[in-house]
């Protein structure tokens, strides 16, 4: 992995410093104004805060990079790279006190051919004390924060940080499946909920740490049927480095689709065609 690539992952830590800062002086606070977007999603002042001072330490230390957010919409420009930011994925257990939410930051690569892949992914989760880590050939990693280490630097808190691997498991009847609800399936949900009963143990987590947990091969099986990429950037490279695939919904790789799958690899063309029957 080059020199730059390493950067552009300390990088991305700094941002998620930055951002953990923001959200979590403004998580349970009494005073969080919460508004509606034109889709009918709830959005924070949290949120609108963290991808704004994002936005400026990029725009500030990353000027020739381009930007797609989910609360202020893309500008790509006409660089070669581009970050990926979800300010807060998990905004409504943000606002209801769950601590299932984080910021998720990534950087997709373009090459000559006009091909996309992400090459570095941060998910950072303070109320969880966790973040998750990758870059292109250099694994992927979680770290574990108290929240006062949270402040730190980051290089006091090496040792808490260890590399992740997806499991082992090779038949649905013994995998652990985690998704969010059964809204946005469609014709797949009764296949779904088929394959659900076939399988070991099926929990609703939700949101980015469903995909986590398959990389660190804690759960097996993570599907969501309705995403954007701001929502499953940093969580592919992630899954990937950790020896997973990640695809949308038909089976295609990447996070470029409108949904996702992650699995450990072993699991994933029976996943795909079992809600694709």
Known sequence: MSTDLKDDL?????????????SLDRYQAQDLVVSTKPDSTPVTDADRAVETAIREAISMHRSEDGLVGEEFGSDKGASSRYWVIDPIDGTKNFMRGVPIWATLIALVEIDSSGVEEVIVGVVSAPALSRRWSAARELGAYV????????????DSNESLEKRIKVSKVSSISDASISYSDFVGWGSRLEPFQKMLNSAWRTRAIGDFWSHMLVAEGSIDVAIEPSLALWDMAALEIIVREAGGIFTDISGRNGPFGSSAISTNGLLHNEVVNGVNP
């Open 143 to 154: 770290r574990f924060y108290s929240h006062d280490e949270m402040n730190e630097d980051l």
């Open 10 to 22: 300390a990088f991305a830590h700094a941002l998620a410093d930055l951002a953990d800062a923001i």
